[in-house]
C-alpha cells in the first residue's frame, strides 16, 4: 500500500469513524454518544453519563450553546413561542433566543439546565460557542464547535443520521480526488486505486459499483468511477434510504443536498 501524504492523510482520519448498522426499524432517541436529553420540571436538561465524561472535559468551564430544532414544524401558522424556565442557579443562562440557550458548562461533570420549556423539537445540538484563543502571543477566533447532536424523535433520528452519512459521502468525494492528485491521474481514481491508498482499517468499507445505480450492502459505501469525469458514491441509511452524491462532469446529481449545502 502506498502511504498518504498530507491533505490526504488528513481526510483518511475523518473516514475511521466507526460505521453503523443499517437495519431498519425504530431508530433510538434521547441520547447520542453517552449525552442524554431528558426533561425534568418540563424543561430540557443535558445530562453526561459516565460514557461521556470524556466528552465533558471539552466543555468543562466554558461557554456552550444548547440548540434545539423542530425539522418538521407539526402544523401550519406562525412561529411557535418558546417559553423558559429560570433554573435552579441563577446567573447560568447568559442567551435565550430561537429555542436556544448559551450558558457555561461548570467545570466539574454536571447536567445542563437549560430552563427550556419548548415541545416538539426532533433533535438537539450542544456546540461550543466562538471564542478568541491566545497562542505564541497570537490571538485568533475559534469558530464554534459541534460537541454532540442527539435525537429527540425519529425525525430527528432519521435526519441526523442521513446528515452524517450525507457528510461522509462528500469526505469520500474529496479523498478520491486528493487521491487522484497524488497519483497524477486524469479523471477519477479507478476502484483499485483508490482501495490501494486506504489503510486496512478503511479498506472494508469501500466496495465497487458496476453503476451509479447499484446499492451497496449494509454498513459499505460504495464507490463508482468510469475513471474520467464521471464519479458517484452511495450509502444507505440506517431507515433503509439510498444516499448518493454522483458527479459526471460539471453535473451534480444527489439527494443530500439539504445536508451539505445546508446550515448545521
Not at 449525552?35 to 445530562?47: D, N, S, T
Not at 423558559?84 to 461533570?109: H, Y
Amino acid at each position: 500500500m502506498k502511504a498518504l501524504s498530507g491533505v490526504a492523510a488528513a481526510v483518511v482520519v475523518l473516514l475511521l469513524a466507526p460505521s453503523t448498522s443499517t437495519a431498519q426499524g425504530a431508530l433510538p432517541v434521547g441520547e447520542s454518544h453517552g449525552v442524554r436529553i431528558v426533561r425534568e420540571r418540563g424543561a430540557l436538561v443535558v445530562v453526561f453519563t459516565k460514557r461521556a465524561a470524556k466528552l465533558y472535559k471539552r466543555i468543562a468551564g466554558r461557554l456552550v450553546e444548547v440548540d434545539c430544532t423542530d425539522k418538521q414544524p407539526r402544523r401550519p401558522g406562525p412561529p411557535r413561542a418558546y417559553a423558559f424556565l429560570t433554573p435552579p442557579n441563577p446567573g447560568e443562562i447568559t442567551e435565550e433566543s430561537g429555542g436556544g440557550v448559551t450558558m457555561r458548562a461548570p467545570k466539574r461533570r454536571r447536567k445542563l439546565v437549560t430552563g427550556d420549556l419548548t415541545r416538539g423539537t426532533d433533535y438537539c445540538r450542544l456546540w461550543l460557542v466562538p471564542r478568541t484563543v491566545s497562542r505564541d502571543a497570537e490571538r485568533w477566533r475559534r469558530e464554534r464547535r459541534l460537541i454532540v447532536s442527539v435525537p429527540l424523535t425519529q425525525t430527528g433520528a432519521v435526519f441526523l443520521d442521513e446528515e452524517s452519512k450525507a457528510l461522509q459521502l462528500l469526505r469520500w468525494l474529496s479523498l478520491a480526488g486528493l487521491v487522484a492528485n497524488e497519483l497524477k491521474v486524469r479523471g477519477w481514481p479507478s476502484y483499485a486505486q483508490l482501495v490501494d491508498q486506504l489503510p486496512s482499517e478503511v479498506r472494508h468499507r469501500l466496495v465497487s459499483l458496476a453503476s451509479p445505480a447499484d446499492t451497496p450492502p449494509a454498513r459499505t459505501i460504495g464507490y463508482y468511477s468510469d475513471r474520467n469525469e464521471h464519479v458517484a458514491f452511495v450509502i444507505v441509511s440506517k431507515s433503509g434510504r439510498r444516499l448518493l452524491f454522483e458527479l459526471a462532469g460539471d453535473v451534480l446529481t444527489t439527494n443530500v443536498a439539504e445536508y451539505v449545502f445546508g446550515d448545521r
